[in-house]
């Protein structure tokens, strides 16, 4: 049977959780995986090599790798050295800072491949073969983009105000509610191999992850909006387990209704959520039936009590889901 494509949407630990979880649908489902990593990310270690050196920044793009890293022995140990962070060294028994402190070595290997190779898509090709990755990672766009939100209450001791925020980083712990996102350039080049995937793909997959730094970016590239308009695939969208800073106020169901306000044409076969996260299921069946989707409830996160999907049990939910027949 031929591997069913897929193409997983996202940015940071929300795509790294959805693909460890597209991993564990295999000997079940056989699957083809492309990871589209948004790259509006201006903060920590990747923030610093944009600002310093130009180009891609790397760390949702080495996060996204890592999560698709082979299970050899040595490819492991590669993935732990990419996701090793320098920490501050010690110099005469004191505490000190330099240029790698806060550095992840995977970001300054991304960085330095890309700079050699002058073409991101082949940097993240070569990486992706010194960690045996079993999927493919793409950027969103090959130009590094800015993401910008008008923010309500931005200023707590003016809540009725509303004022631009700046930056990926600012956007993600606003206090204040996002009214509108768009990003710097307002319509940025689309990777032309991420389009390709979208085109040929079999399943979409948004979510989950930060909803207007992560998952909406990747609706407002223009390129990537048609295609995924256009695609033949199906579409999953799967829900978080609780709102973050940037999303504060907005409901389940709001997180739905956010991908039609910014792509309206936007039809989902599915939508995945857990069912202790959603509370009263009937709003959020609601909204997911305005994007032409059915509902799916499961238990797909961690039994900590914390907010984060668990792989082995999110890859469970999604193995009926893939792999259902049209």
């Not at 000997?27 to 270690?45: F, Q, R, W, Y």
């Not at 990747?46 to 180009?55: Q, V, W, Y």
């Not at 204040?176 to 040929?200: F, K, M, W, Y």
């Not at 399943?203 to 970016?217: A, D, E, K, M, R």
């Amino acid at each position: 049977m031929t591997a069913r494509r897929v193409v997983a949407f996202g940015g940071g630990h929300g795509l790294s959780a959805s693909l460890r979880a597209l991993r564990r649908c295999a000997p079940e489902v056989d699957l083809d995986i492309t990871a589209v990593v948004t790259v509006g990310d201006d903060g920590g270690s990747s923030g610093r090599l944009r600002a310093e050196r130009g180009g891609l920044p790397p760390g949702d793009l080495r996060q996204a790798l890592v999560a698709l890293a082979g299970d050899h022995p040595q490819t492991r140990r590669s993935a732990g050295l990419f996701q090793h962070r320098f920490v501050e060294p010690a110099v005469n028994g004191r505490g000190a800072t330099d240029g790698l402190t806060g550095h992840a070595v995977g970001n300054l290997v991304l960085c330095g491949l890309m700079e050699l190779l002058s073409d991101p898509v082949a940097a993240l090709e070569h990486a992706g073969a010194m960690l045996g990755t079993v999927g493919r990672v793409l950027p969103m766009s090959c130009q590094p983009v800015g993401i910008e939100a008008r923010v309500r209450g931005a200023d707590p001791d003016r809540p009725d105000e509303v004022r631009t925020v700046t930056g990926q980083h600012q956007v993600a712990v606003t206090t204040g509610r996002v009214e509108s996102l768009r990003l710097n350039p307002d319509a940025p080049t689309a990777c032309p191999q991420a389009v390709e995937a979208i085109g040929t793909a079999d399943w979409l997959i948004f979510g989950p992850g930060s909803w207007y730094t992560s998952v909406l970016p990747h609706l407002l590239v223009p390129e990537l909006a048609a295609a995924i308009v256009a695609s033949p695939a199906r579409r999953l969208v799967t829900l978080n387990l609780a709102a973050e800073k940037e999303t504060l106020g907005l409901s389940v169901a709001d997180h739905l209704a956010a991908l039609r306000w910014y792509l309206p044409e936007l039809k989902a076969d599915y939508v995945l959520a857990d069912s202790k996260a959603v509370g009263d299921p009937e709003p959020v069946e609601r909204a997911a039936e305005s994007l032409g989707a059915r509902l799916v409830l499961a238990p797909v996160a961690v039994t900590d009590g914390t907010p984060r999907h668990d792989p082995a049990a999110l890859g469970a939910a999604l193995v009926p889901v893939l792999g259902a027949d049209r």
